[in-house]
């Protein structure tokens, strides 16, 4: 059964940076591409980026470019999303999900549990 | 980037009831289109890909349409259980996008 599992609640202080880990199961890690979506309070979800844990090709939403990395340790089976000089506004519910593509498909088929990130001086 | 505006913005209905929530893309997305669930302090659940395509396990009473810019998520027989918001999600270019959400709320 496939199952990603994040890390836990991370408080940080403005400016700091955050790291959350997203721990897959049940299938080959390398086989499939890992999305990261955050979703701030009562608000709708946001593509942050991928990763390809085959080769650590990775691809970001412009809005995070230069702020995110997204890494992989093919070792453990774990994904990272760290996002540094946090503002206020990073304050969310951070998700990693499995992506599934083929030529006339593309979705999130598996998602992580969520990782809260408050971010408060 | 590619907008994704989902319609209605919020949603009353009761146990029973047939409903279609709208989403539509600013440019043409193919079939990239895909439909998902959240309930509260829960990540998002995925039920239709490829804008027609029902995830296995997901109730039959859940159908999606469209092509293009113009697709429909249609719940026939609206249960208990149903009641979540729901987004439209396009992965035809990134940055991939999402519909800001319908609230399903009970009447």
């Known amino acids: 059964e496939v199952h990603l599992v994040q890390s836990g609640a991370e408080v940080k202080k403005p400016g700091a940076t955050a790291k959350i880990s997203c721990k897959v199961s049940?299938?080959?890690?390398?086989?499939?591409?890992i999305y990261w979506v955050r979703q701030a309070p009562g608000q709708g979800l946001e593509w942050m980026g991928l990763?390809?844990?085959?080769?650590?090709?990775?691809k970001y939403a412009p809005k995070f470019q230069g702020r995110v990395a997204i890494t992989a340790d093919t070792s453990t089976d774990t994904a990272f999303m760290e996002l540094s000089s946090l503002r206020s506004d990073d304050t969310a519910i951070y998700y990693c999900?499995?992506?599934?593509?083929?030529?006339?498909?593309?979705?999130?088929?598996?998602w992580g549990q969520g990782s809260l990130v408050t971010v408060s001086s | 980037d590619i907008q994704m505006t989902q319609s209605p913005s919020s949603l009353s209905a009761s146990v029973g009831d047939r409903l279609t929530i709208t989403c539509r893309a600013s440019q043409s997305i193919s079939t990239f289109l895909n439909w998902y669930q959240q309930k509260p302090g829960k990540a998002p659940k995925l039920l239709i890909y490829g804008a027609s395509i029902l995830k296995s396990g997901v109730p039959s009473r859940f159908s999606g349409s469209g092509s293009g810019t113009d697709f429909t998520l249609t719940i026939s027989g609206l249960q208990p259980e149903d009641f979540a918001t729901y987004y439209c999600q396009q992965t035809y270019s990134t940055p991939i996008t999402f519909g800001q959400g319908t609230p399903l709320e009970i009447k």
């Open positions: 999900a499995r992506r599934i593509v083929s030529t006339i498909m593309d979705y999130l088929d598996y």
């Open positions: 049940g299938y080959i890690f390398t086989d499939y591409y």
């Open positions: 990763l390809d844990p085959a080769d650590g090709e990775t």
